[in-house]
């Protein structure tokens, strides 16, 4: 029984050794793609074609596969920047990572540094220690990705200058179905220059957001980003309070190819030299073509490779480029809507804008375009209401009777109002037709 018993221990002992001896070279020769492959296929397409990355070192063992990557970003009309990013990478399945022991494919802590001289030039004349940078990649049994963020704080301080920044941490978790969860959190970040009144503070972030496929721009997703508050000291002193962004990407009900799009800032508290109080602007651009979106990277790519080519003025191209934009948007259908809610010279103020373009699907050249065909293509709703007393206390307060008398705006109960709609060519104001070539 005791030699059986010791067979046993002896057979598990060799079964472990050669699960997490032998299994980190059979893993190693597929780590460049469960790690590096894998992570550059995170970029979507129409953003990857301003990048170009190029493997710059290569080197793998039996446990640790290191490797470094050269990525340029060329925008259009500057100069390019250039990152290296070293990957040093662990075999699974077996992972030591700096928070613990991981089970995985692949643990990889990746540093990025600036390889632009004038960028590294200007870094070293920095009088503060920039914080340390790490990402830190972990490629599941799964095929998933969880990328790490971790950026260390500064605290320093001299005669000419006040640095505090509390660090900033993130989250990336791509799914294998391409599903993704993004959080990032930054702590407060105070910047004085010595004893002068010029002085900023962030108050921290927060930022929440998920996609259904992270390397497709189109693919639903929505996104939170909470602000405690900013300050300024100067040259224009503010504070602002209470800030918050939304914003959710989705299919449109009205067809396969639509896209709706929600967003919405709110600010609860302003306080400044202007008479802007607080804000809450949410706007929604319905049936927006698949087509127009990917025909805007199809043209920025396409112009990116001209620019490139020629080396010269893009003033031309920039110029082709929105015509062939305009044209595309003009050809589409969308839905506009805004609404606007703030509280400025200590009064109420809603402004609620509608607007319907049908399209002008025939037009194939922007200098064709007909204002008559276009004007019935639109529909226009607005719905203004403004606080009288404090319109009043404005610099508009002098238009205010002229307008009354006019017909353009209405007084009542306090309130300044204006409704207008825009319908088969015809505007009608407050109730009333009024004639559009008085525009024109």
Partial sequence: MRTRSLQLAIGVLLLLIAIFGITPRVVGSGIKDATVTELIELIPPETRSQLDIEEIRFSSGWFRTSTSLEVKYRPIGVEELALRLDFDIQHGPLLIARDGIRLGLAYAEIRPTFNNPAISEALTENP???????????????????????????DYSDSSAEVVFEGLTGLLVANSDQSA???????????????????????GLQLESTTEQIND?????????????????????????????DSRLQLSSMGAELLDI?????????????????????????????????????????????VNASQGTVKTQ???????????AIQ????????????????????????????????DDFAQLDINEAIAALTIDLELSLDLAAILR?????????????????????????????RDGELVLNGEAVPLDQFF
């Fill in 332 to 363: 589409n259908s969308l839905v506009f809507n805004n609404l606007i809610q703030a509280n400025a010279y200590d009064g109420e103020h809603s402004v609620d804008l509608r607007i319907d373009w049908r399209g002008l699907p025939q037009l």
């Fill in 262 to 306: 929600y967003q919405r800032l709110r600010i609860d508290s302003i306080e400044s030299e202007f008479p802007l109080a607080s804000l809450d602007w949410t706007s929604e651009v319905n049936e927006i073509s698949t087509e127009l979106i990917r025909s805007y990277y199809q043209l920025l790519a396409d112009l990116q490779q001209q």
């Fill in 394 to 422: 404005s610099p508009a307060a002098d238009i205010i009777d002229p307008y009354v008398q006019q017909g353009y705006i209405v007084i009542d109960n306090g309130r300044i109002l204006l409704s207008a709609a825009l």
């Fill in 128 to 154: 503060f220690e920039l914080p340390d940078i790490l990402f830190e990649l972990t490629a599941g049994f799964d095929q998933s990705l969880t990328v790490g963020l971790d950026v260390s704080g500064v």
């Fill in 318 to 328: 920039v110029t082709e480029l929105g015509q062939q934009l305009a044209v595309i």
């Fill in 217 to 245: 721009l189109l693919a639903p997703g929505s996104a939170h980003l909470a602000i405690p508050a900013i300050q300024s000291l100067g040259p224009f002193p503010f504070n602002i309070s209470a800030i918050s962004a």
């Fill in 181 to 203: 969860e993004i959080e990032l959190s930054m702590g407060r970040l105070q910047a004085q220059q010595g004893n002068s009144q010029f002085g900023f503070t962030l108050d």
